[in-house]
């Protein structure tokens, strides 16, 4: 069965805090994605990777940043938390070009940031 | 730019009674189109899609889809619903193997007893 694992179903932590999500997949799969989804704006891209060590911004990077040093992890930072930053936070990925396959979610974190 | 437009944020009804969910889409160059749902307090689930051939897309839950290329649209119906149907249902697309989906803002469905 297929998996996308995140570290935290929810968390609360502190204006100006250092947040890290964390993001697994065991599906071997090169693409990966961080989005935000906020009551009544869907689901908004942050960042996404194509291969290890590559990132491309989504449409709200600001105020965020990612890392991605293994295929099967990919790391969302916070650098410096903000109440604006409270959100319910989804990771995905899909395999690469050539299939059009589906984007595989993991649970979500719901981070509340005080 | 490409977008999507889910043109009602909440429909409620009534169990056993068909629903539409609606979607349209704008975009310059051919799309793949994508309905996901999100039980409450879980992630998206991919319930149907649509890449080529067929425009009538047959998903899981009993749940299909129509594509219309002129109306640029990709509705969701369902015959008849169930209360476990509550949910949120996203629309969505891309244009290549490795590009973000892009989402609409969502439609929560409501199913009354």
């Known amino acids: 069965d297929v998996k996308v694992t995140q570290s935290s179903r929810y968390l609360v932590k502190r204006t100006g805090e250092k947040v890290f999500l964390e993001c697994v997949q065991d599906?071997?799969?090169?693409?990966m994605f961080w989005y935000r989804q906020d009551p009544g704006l869907g689901l908004r891209l942050i960042y996404f990777?194509?291969?290890?060590?590559?990132?491309e911004k989504g449409d709200i990077p600001e105020g965020y940043s990612v890392s991605r040093e293994k295929k099967e992890r990919f790391s969302l930072i916070l650098e410096s938390a903000s109440t604006n930053q409270t959100s319910m936070y989804l990771c995905?990925?899909?395999?690469?070009?050539?299939?059009?396959?589906?984007?595989?979610f993991g649970p979500g974190t719901r981070l509340t940031v005080l | 730019a490409q977008s999507v437009t889910q043109l009602d944020s909440q429909v409620p009804v009534f169990e056993e009674a068909p629903v539409e969910l609606r979607c349209n889409y704008s975009?310059?160059?051919?799309?793949?189109l994508f309905w996901y749902v999100q039980y409450p307090n879980q992630g998206l689930q991919l319930l149907l899609k649509?890449?080529?051939?067929?425009?009538l897309v047959k998903g899981i839950n009993g749940f299909e889809a129509e594509f219309n290329k002129s109306q640029t649209s990709f509705h969701l119906r369902k015959p008849s619903v169930h209360i476990s149907d509550t949910a949120e249902y996203f629309c969505?697309?891309?244009?290549?193997?490795?590009?973000?989906?892009?989402f609409g803002k969502g439609t929560r469905l409501s199913v009354i007893a």
């Open positions: 995905a990925s899909t395999m690469t070009s050539g299939r059009i396959g589906e984007q595989f």
């Open positions: 969505a697309l891309r244009n290549s193997g490795n590009t973000p989906l892009v």
């Open positions: 599906m071997d799969h090169e693409n």
């Open positions: 975009s310059s160059v051919s799309v793949y």
């Open positions: 649509y890449l080529s051939g067929s425009t």
């Open positions: 990777s194509y291969d290890v060590k590559m990132k």
